[in-house]
């Protein structure tokens, strides 16, 4: 069972970048697709960006051109780049893995955008 663990959320003013990580371990890290999600209180979780096995990057509308997911199979890490950030990107941040029947979740790490 894969675990991941988040790190790299703080308190930003608008404009400026973080850039969050998520250590994985288990046997299916490389196999796996990485996502990252995020959620704000009385709202459902939304997907902001995953990464596949092979490379391939997605990301929702609203972040693109401004946050970069990566990966490092070797370390078993997922990578978040978040630059040119606004109080709407405010929200917990979630690391997910998804293989096969596997849908692991991180226990999310808080980013807060204000002046």
């Known amino acids: 069972q894969a675990q991941l663990v988040e790190s790299g959320g703080g308190l930003v003013q608008p404009g400026g970048s973080l850039r969050l990580s998520c250590a994985a371990s288990?046997?299916?890290?490389?196999?796996?697709?990485m996502g990252w999600y995020r959620q704000t209180p009385g709202k459902q979780r939304e997907f902001v960006a995953h990464?596949?096995?092979?490379?391939?990057?997605y990301y929702t509308d609203s972040v693109k051109g401004r946050f970069t997911i990566s990966r490092d199979s070797a370390k078993k890490m997922v990578y978040l780049q978040m630059n040119s950030l606004k109080p709407e990107d405010t929200a917990v941040y979630y690391c997910?893995?998804?293989?096969?029947?596997?849908?692991?979740w991180g226990q999310g790490t808080q980013v807060t955008v204000t002046s």
């Open positions: 990464i596949t096995s092979t490379g391939a990057a």
């Open positions: 997910n893995l998804k293989y096969s029947t596997l849908n692991n």
């Open positions: 288990g046997s299916t890290f490389s196999y796996s697709t």
